[in-house]
């Protein structure tokens, strides 16, 4: 999986370089397996073991850099907009 670093600091606001953040990330069992220069980013080749399922997603990848660096880490923001109005939709088990 590709992940940009400039994304990553979106939700963990993480300063360091590039370098000890694959560290970092590989220290909690993920594998790095490469760092690529993309114009001002640097993107992240991360290949997530099965034991890891919850770094499947950015948000999740944010979240171990938070830990590791012990960082708030900053959720999307999600509103609705407008009212939910019933599908009538049954489920019945």
Aim: hydrophobic fraction near 45%.
């Amino acid at each position: 999986m590709r992940i940009s670093l400039d994304w990553i600091k979106e939700f963990a606001g993480v300063t360091a370089l590039p370098e000890d953040v694959a560290h970092s990330l590989t220290m909690a069992g993920l594998e790095i397996e490469g760092l690529e220069p993309v114009g001002s980013d640097i993107v992240m080749e991360v290949n997530v073991t099965p034991n890891r399922p919850d770094c499947l997603s950015i948000l999740g990848v944010a979240r171990e850099i938070a830990a590791a660096y012990d960082l708030p880490l900053k959720l999307p923001i999600t509103q609705i907009r407008g009212s939910l109005q019933p599908s009538g939709i049954e489920v019945e088990i």
